[in-house]
């Protein structure tokens, strides 16, 4: 088992646009790796979360999606599974975070 347990790939797209590209897990322990690279991203950056590789997502990672955002001005967050789907609807913080599903991921939450 690695010791590393959130991994974070940073990409730019193209001018003004950034993909954060996460694996593994996102909570009490490794939230602050996440607000750490955006903290590396230029304010004028749109940034797209890939969270297709998280396994787990706890309440400190809901928060630093909203440090991030906030940091960021908007994120736009793909790769939600349905736990994480459920997480921010409970929350309220989809109607506040833009959340992109690809048909395969809607028929996933169901």
Same mark, same amino acid.
């Given at each position: 088992?690695?010791?590393?347990?959130?991994?974070?790939?940073?990409?730019?797209?193209?001018?003004?646009?950034?993909?954060?590209?996460?694996?593994?897990?996102?909570?009490?322990?490794?939230?602050?790796?996440?607000?750490?690279?955006?903290?590396?991203?230029?304010?004028?950056?749109?940034?797209?979360?890939?969270?297709?590789?998280?396994? !787990?997502?706890?309440?400190? &990672? /809901? #928060?630093? =999606?909203?440090? @991030?955002?906030? $940091? +960021?001005?908007?994120? %736009?967050?793909? *790769?939600?599974?349905?736990?994480?789907?459920? !997480?921010?609807?409970?929350? &309220? /913080? #989809?109607? =506040?975070?833009? @959340?992109?599903? $690809? +048909?395969?991921?809607? %028929?996933?939450? *169901?």
């Amino acid at each position: 088992m690695s010791d590393q347990l959130l991994t974070i790939e940073a990409t730019r797209l193209d001018a003004g646009h950034v993909r954060l590209r996460l694996a593994g897990e996102l909570d009490y322990d490794t939230a602050p790796e996440l607000v750490a690279a955006a903290v590396d991203l230029r304010g004028d950056e749109q940034v797209l979360i890939d969270l297709t590789g998280v396994s !787990l997502c706890d309440s400190s &990672g /809901l #928060s630093a =999606l909203l440090v @991030v955002h906030r $940091a +960021a001005g908007a994120i %736009r967050l793909t *790769g939600v599974g349905r736990h994480l789907q459920r !997480l921010l609807d409970r929350t &309220g /913080l #989809s109607e =506040l975070l833009a @959340v992109e599903h $690809a +048909a395969d991921d809607l %028929r996933a939450i *169901g």
